[in-house]
């Protein structure tokens, strides 16, 4: 009974949804777009189609040449730019002297010049040809017949691929009792057997077995006491995420690195890595003589950055000063640990090799050839 009001209750679900699609496109694109479309009214010159807007110009400007009231035309063309006014009226005028109407194009340039615009085509300048308004014989059902078998054959594809989703669940669900079954009722019978003749019966044939079985516990527990010691080296009292060795090489101008920081079930807790600082020097390749050591934890919402400088830059005031605005400034050093630590993270940073670069003209020390820190991240 279940299940049969579990399955009308899905087909009740999907019938609702494709008839909610089907009325969207009914009433959205056949009745709203072509039996019944909107239709609009009381517009501003300024909403008109590009050809129209050239026509409504234009007659400003024939309107001009009779009334020559220069006040009345600018308020007719309030709504346009002066570089929509310009080029419509270009348009018009170099048409005109084309066609060999010089009345007319005379008239275009008095009302250009009285409105305070420059209608001479610049030369070398292709003479701007006017966009023909749309007939709109190509509207109507047939135009939107494409879009509308488009949309009934993606309906279709989504309803057949819930049913054949579906269909496929519950196969898999009528299978699994059966193939569950089977494996937690042999342990049950095997197990209680061979402990109680391990403990009832002391002939020297029941003792072999357990020594059989004895051996197993053993390498089981072996792998499990390998990774025990590290995880305190790393991180005492925190889940290790990993190790990640951050490695720069002279020559990388564009060195940036991150580490994602995921749980074992894959959930994202947050980031950590390295990347170029600041340089010295001009020319290429860039000499790079500060690094940006950061942790980000998605839990505390947060960034820690600290500064990994040359020798240098550590004693130079002024980059002091510009780079203590990112973060805490830390001299370069082989061997040194620098702990970055949030309210879930924490990341123990240490400079595993360091190699200071010779270019001529710089300082010694300024920049770096080498520089590899280890990152060893840990979930609090």
Known sequence: MNNRLAAFTRE???????????????????????????????????DLKPAFKNTYIVMAADSFSVNQDLGAARDHLRYFTVDEVTAALRT?????????????????????????????????????????????????????????????????????????YTRFKQQGAARAPAGRSAPFAAPREEAPPARQADAWSPPAAAA?????????????????????????????????LGTFAATYKF??????????????????????GMGISDTVGDGKPDKVTAFDLWLFDKIDVRTLTQILMSEYAFNDQALRQRLAQKGELTLAEKGKHILLETGTLRVDATIVDLVYASTPGLPPNSHFQKLIVQLDAVQK
């Open 12 to 46: 009740a679900w999907i019938a609702v949804a494709l008839a909610f699609v089907l009325g969207l496109i009914i009433g959205w694109l056949v009745l709203g777009y072509t039996l019944f479309p909107v239709s609009y009214t009381s517009v501003d010159p300024s």
């Open 92 to 164: 018009e005028f170099d048409q005109d002297n084309k066609q060999g109407n010089t009345a007319e194009a005379g008239r275009i340039q008095a009302f250009a010049q009285a409105y305070g615009i420059n209608i001479n085509t610049p030369a070398g300048a292709a003479t701007p040809v006017p966009t023909p308004a749309s007939s709109g014989g190509g509207g109507g059902l047939g135009s939107l017949l494409l879009p509308i078998l488009g949309l009934l054959v993606l309906v279709l594809l989504i309803v057949g691929g819930f049913f054949a």
């Open 208 to 240: 072999p077995q357990p020594q059989a079985a004895a051996p197993r516990p053993a390498p089981v527990a072996a792998p499990v006491e390998r990774p025990a010691p590290a995880r305190p080296a790393a991180a005492p009292g925190g889940k290790t």
């Open 251 to 272: 020559g990388d101008d564009n060195y940036d690195t991150a580490f994602t920081l995921e749980t074992a079930r894959g959930e994202f807790l947050g980031e950590c």
